[in-house]
């Protein structure tokens, strides 16, 4: 039961264009949501991060878009740079039936900046 | 301040061997979160613990793993009587709130051969 889904597993896109990363959560308890990026052999590193009670948090190129009614995030990336080329996980944090604590993840999304 | 410390980076173990992963949180964090990534696939939660205190074992296998966070020293996650599909990489992450931005070390690939 994938509680976090990014749908698309790879995105490719133009250097200076707008990269657009999309996940989706089925769980309505979920209260906080992170993006994570993450180069090869390298750990995650923390991105950006949203609460629920707010639907836009932008830290210089990033901005993070939350809609609760429809259960979606997305994070936006302009102008890409060469360097956003990096593996991309959607992270949502909250009270879970099963378990005290539990970070669900993303499988992930894969951004390729072209030149 | 240095970040999340783990070793080995690359651990190969035998069918049948111990592994011993170690993880060194940032200085100040006391929750600590260890993480599987097998291949092509995303990151999964293994376990949440505290000083000398396992929060959260949910993500775990019943057997052949266990994880320790002593009052002195690294977390360590064991896995006895590794077998091929433990080959994964495993991240350690801490935070100094729970629930909230980790801060993940670079991992340990353990291949069993």
């Known amino acids: 039961d994938q509680q976090v889904k990014q749908n698309s597993p790879s995105l490719s896109v133009q250097e200076g264009r707008i990269s657009i990363l999309n996940c989706d959560y089925t769980n309505s308890m979920f209260d906080y949501f992170l993006w994570y990026k993450k180069y090869p052999a390298e750990g995650p590193t923390f991105l950006i991060s949203i609460s629920s009670i707010k639907d836009k948090n932008e830290d210089g190129r990033f901005t993070v878009f939350l809609n609760k009614s ?12 060469p360097g956003d080329s990096a593996v991309y996980f959607c992270a949502a944090s ?3 039936m099963d378990s005290n604590y539990q970070l669900i993840w993303g499988a992930g999304t894969k951004l390729i900046i072209k030149p | 301040n240095a970040g999340v410390m783990q070793n080995p980076r690359h651990l190969v173990r035998r069918r049948g061997q ?3 992963l170690r993880c060194s949180p940032m200085k100040g964090h006391s929750h600590v979160y260890w993480y599987r990534q097998l291949p ?3 990151l999964k939660f293994m376990v949440y613990l505290q ?4 929060i959260d074992e949910s993500g775990m296998p019943k057997e052949r793993f266990s994880a320790e966070f002593p009052k002195e020293g690294p977390s360590i996650l064991r896995i006895q009587q590794v077998v091929r599909g433990d080959s994964a990489a495993y991240f350690c992450a801490s935070s100094p709130i729970r629930d909230r ?3 993940f070390g670079q991992g340990t ?5």
């Open chain 1, 70 to 81: 429809a259960k979606h995030l997305s994070l936006h990336i302009v102008p890409s740079q």
């Open chain 1, 94 to 96: 909250g009270p879970n």
């Open chain 2, 18 to 20: 111990e592994a011993r």
């Open chain 2, 40 to 42: 092509e696939e995303g």
């Open chain 2, 51 to 54: 000083k000398e205190n396992i």
């Open chain 2, 101 to 103: 931005e980790a801060f």
């Open chain 2, 109 to 113: 690939r353990l291949t069993v051969v």
